[in-house]
Structure formats: structure tokens, C-alpha cells
């Protein structure tokens, strides 16, 4: 009978501590749900009041489901990584857009429950040897490829990588993928180099023209972000601001890099924007929907003897090939210059934030007034993510792909664009209405990116360069080549499947 009791007892304490742990549990649950319902209320309040950091966090990456029990996504990227990683010895160091890099793979890695890894990195020439030869060895020793963009264009050609379409999880339609991932960069339903908020160089790597606010007034030039945002920013607006400012500040009797003119503007990679700006892309589909040559248009002749008057015969132009000692940066922070191209990510650098002077940025202006949008080039700096052919889990390579570019978007890419850019470092409201601009009228050319170097993405600055006054002439010696090229990455899209 003792025993009969004692066993009741305890089986009376043991639905005692059932009963606590589920009202424990219960109450943990209604704790947590409370919390998250009160942080979501907090958000959608932020939001409501134009906070993107809240805007962007509201939105569902689809992807809650996932754990991968500590299993590591191996990333290769070129240089020191950046792109994806920052040295832990420069985490919390007041780089905003480094320590966001590093919150972001830590979100990562922590929703999905995996460790994000840098396999291997180099500059770009040992980076492609290295990649080229792992892949084409068969071996399985990296998930996802985040290289400089001419160079991964190149390597398109070896057939080293998989169709973006073909892996899970991966959905071009949401705003963390670059709308031409899906449009230019697609083609007959495949893609191979894709561009995400994981590329956040395709913002700091994009062109706009610098001006001094002060040197400006002085000149009456008016308000040049009226100008565009009234869409009347054209060239021939533009150049006949500057091409008569010209003073021979050193006494020379001769143009140099000592004197000050209405624009510095070297001859380099940013000197490819002229092309894209005036609506006159490198590539296209035709009308069967194959990529094709549309850099030879109706105005094209016209865009190179233009170009070619604006760097070498006009008065208020210094260039780079004319002088010695040229370094157009330094020429604007010395106040030796109205304006001069950068791309964005200059803006941040140490020169512009220790410039005096107030200044602003416009985009590159349009050909004329009938062109409707302006377009902003994202020069050859910028990356783009590739997925080797020799990878086994795409699924798993797909959600991390997927979760990293929905964080970026979430976190890097409004810490880049709204903190770094809009807050810290440009100075008036109008330049940060001018940066909408010039992001949303981002442009990825089909026959840009796939260029490496073997084709006509660098027209303009190899014309400039070279003193060559006749496209014709030019396009007619390259094209057998560029041809062959292009070619050879078409049926590399061909043996997709």
C-alpha cells in the first residue's frame, strides 16, 4: 500500500513539473511573440517614417526554414576579398561600410547556421589562373565566386561555371538582384555572371562628374542640380559651361598641369562612361534575341569626333595625355578645376573628405534633349558572383547566395548608399536627389561585361587614348576579333543547359 502511495506522489510531482514547464514555456512563448510583435510595430513605425534600414528589414527573405548545421559556404574572391569579407583587425575601427560587411556575414551565418569562409583570394590574373585550373581539374574546393567583372567575363569562354537559373533559391525578381542580371545579362534563359547587393562595388565603382560648388558660383553657372533634374543635362549644356575656362596659372604659355581650367578630365576607365551616358550601348539583343554589336549606331561618329574636340581641342579641358604630372583628383582638391569625373566611392575616400570647398555631384550628361533618361556606367572595378561547374549542394549554395544578397540589400547597400554616402560624406540635399539619379539609371552592358578587354566596351578610351579620330577605321580593325569573341561567349551560353 506504502508503495501505491509513494508512486502516486510522485507521479503527482511529475505532472506538477510538466504543468511549471509548460506554463514556463508558455509564457517564454507569449514573452517572445509579444517582443517580436512590439519590434515589429517599432519597424513599421520607422519605416512609415522613411527609415530604409526599417523598410527593407520588414521585407521576408523567404528563407526562415533553413539549417545547415554548421556546414561552410568557401568563397573565392579577388585582392583581399573585400568585396565580401573585412580583416577582423579592421572590424570596429569606424569603417561603416567594412564593420556592416562583417555584421552582414554574421546575420548570415547565424540564421542559416553555417560559417561563411574565404577559400582563396588574389589579384585578378592569379585569381583566374587559380580558378581556371581548379575547376577544369574536377576538384570541389569552392561553392561561390565573387571576381572582378572583365576578368570573370573572360573566363566565360573556358566554360567554367553553371547557369544562375539552375540554382534553387536564387530569384532575379527581387530587389536585392541588379535588374540587368535579368534582362541584359540573361540571354535565351541562361545566366552566368549574376549581380546582386553582394557586389556592393557595382555603387562605389559607378561614374559621376565632381564639381566645386564656390568655383561654380564664381562662374555663374546657376544651379546645375536644377538643370538636372529638370532633365536639361546634356553635353553640349555641360560643355558650354567650361570649354573657354582657362587661366595659365604657372606662365608658361602652355597648357599644363599647374594651370586651371573648367574640367580636369583624364583619359581612363571612367573615360568609358561618355558611352553608355549617351545612350549608345556596347551589345543588345537583336530581334532573333541574341546579343549583338549596336555599338556602330546612327550617332556613333558623331559621339567620337565630339569626344575627341572635348579632350584635345578645347581650351577648358586639361587631360592626362597632353601634360605630365596630371592627377585630375588632385588638380579639383587644389581647386585647379571646375569639375572632373570620379566614381562614387571616391567620395568617401580621404581627398574629398578633407576637401574645403563645398562640392557636389551630377551624372554624366545626356547626348542631347531627345534622349529621355540619363545612364550611369559601372566601371570595370565592380565584380560579379559566378558558380563553379564542379559544385555538388546547389541548394545550399543557392539559399547562401540568396540570404547574402538579401542582407546586403537589407544592411551594406543603405549603409553604402543613405549612411556613408547620403549622411557622412555629400554635403547638400540636392546631391544626395542627384545620387538617386544616377543609381537608378545603373547600366550593365551585356557586350561590358562579357568584354575582357576583347571587344568594344573600351572604345572611347582606347580611341581617346590613341589619338584616333576615326571610328570607322577603329571599328573596322577590331571587329574580326571582337567578333570571334563574342562568339566564343554566346556558345559558352549555348552549352548551358
Known amino acids: 500500500m506504502k508503495k501505491i502511495v509513494s508512486l502516486i506522489l510522485v507521479f503527482a510531482m511529475l505532472l506538477s513539473c510538466i504543468a511549471l514547464v509548460a506554463c514556463t514555456d508558455s509564457e517564454e512563448t507569449k514573452t517572445k511573440n509579444k517582443q517580436n510583435t512590439q519590434d515589429q510595430d517599432d519597424l513599421a513605425k520607422r519605416a512609415e517614417e522613411g527609415d530604409i534600414f526599417a523598410e527593407r528589414a520588414l521585407v521576408d527573405d523567404g528563407l526562415d526554414d533553413y539549417d545547415f548545421g554548421g556546414k561552410t559556404l568557401r568563397v573565392v574572391c579577388h585582392n583581399d576579398g573585400y568585396e565580401v569579407f573585412a580583416a577582423e583587425e579592421e572590424i570596429n575601427k569606424g569603417d561603416l561600410i567594412k564593420d556592416a560587411k562583417a555584421n ?94 553582394i557586389n556592393a562595388t557595382s555603387i562605389t565603382s559607378t561614374c559621376v562628374i565632381a564639381f566645386n560648388k564656390n568655383l561654380a558660383a564664381s562662374y555663374d553657372m546657376g544651379n546645375l542640380y536644377d538643370v538636372v533634374l529638370n532633365g536639361e543635362w546634356t553635353y553640349d549644356y555641360m560643355y558650354n559651361l567650361i570649354k573657354d575656362i582657362y587661366v595659365d596659372s604657372d606662365g608658361s604659355g602652355t597648357k599644363t598641369s599647374g594651370d586651371f581650367y573648367g574640367g580636369a578630365f583624364g583619359i581612363g576607365d571612367t573615360t568609358n562612361a561618355w558611352l553608355w551616358a549617351f545612350d549608345n550601348p556596347v551589345v543588345t539583343k537583336n530581334e532573333e534575341g541574341v ?67 563645398d562640392y557636389g555631384i551630377l551624372p554624366y550628361p545626356k547626348w542631347d534633349e531627345y534622349q529621355n533618361d540619363y545612364h550611369s556606367h ?22 547562401c547566395t540568396e540570404a547574402l544578397s538579401y542582407e546586403s540589400w537589407k544592411t551594406v547597400t543603405p549603409t553604402i548608399y543613405e549612411t556613408a554616402l547620403k549622411t557622412r560624406y555629400l554635403r547638400d540635399s540636392e546631391s544626395k536627389e542627384v545620387l538617386d539619379i544616377v543609381l537608378d539609371q545603373r547600366y550593365f552592358d551585356f557586350g561590358f561585361v562579357y568584354d575582357n578587354w576583347q571587344g568594344f566596351a573600351y572604345t572611347v578610351m582606347f580611341m581617346l587614348r590613341d589619338q584616333v579620330e576615326n571610328f570607322e577605321s577603329y571599328y573596322a580593325k577590331r571587329y574580326g576579333n571582337a567578333r570571334i569573341h563574342l562568339k566564343k561567349v554566346i556558345k559558352a551560353f549555348d552549352k548551358l543547359t
Not at 164 to 170: E, G, L
Not at 298 to 315: A, V
Not at 322 to 331: A, T
Open 378 to 399: 559601372v566601371y570595370g572595378e565592380s565584380t560579379a558572383c559566378a558558380v563553379p561547374k564542379t559544385a555538388k549542394d546547389l541548394e545550399f549554395i543557392g539559399v
Open 104 to 197: 552582414r556575414n554574421k546575420a548570415v551565418e547565424d540564421k542559416l547556421n553555417i560559417n561563411i569562409e574565404l577559400t582563396y583570394n588574389a589579384g585578378i590574373t592569379e585569381l583566374q589562373e587559380y580558378v581556371s585550373k581548379t575547376i577544369l581539374s574536377g576538384v570541389d574546393e569552392f561553392d561561390l565566386i565573387v571576381n572582378h567583372i572583365l576578368t570573370a567575363g573572360g573566363m566565360v569562354t573556358k566554360n567554367l561555371f553553371l547557369n544562375w537559373y539552375d540554382i534553387p533559391k536564387v530569384d532575379f525578381s527581387k530587389p536585392w538582384w541588379a535588374a540587368s542580371t535579368a534582362s541584359e545579362l540573361t540571354y535565351d534563359g541562361k545566366c552566368i555572371l549574376a549581380i546582386s547587393d
Open 291 to 357: 546579343p549583338a554589336f549596336s555599338i556602330k549606331s546612327d550617332k556613333i561618329n558623331n559621339i567620337m569626333q565630339t569626344l575627341f574636340d572635348f579632350y584635345y581641342n578645347t581650351p577648358g579641358i586639361g587631360n592626362n595625355k597632353e601634360m605630365e604630372g596630371f592627377d585630375s583628383l588632385k588638380m579639383f582638391t587644389n581647386k585647379q578645376c571646375i569639375m572632373t569625373p570620379i566614381v562614387l566611392g571616391t567620395v568617401t575616400g580621404e581627398q574629398l573628405r578633407n576637401f574645403e570647398d
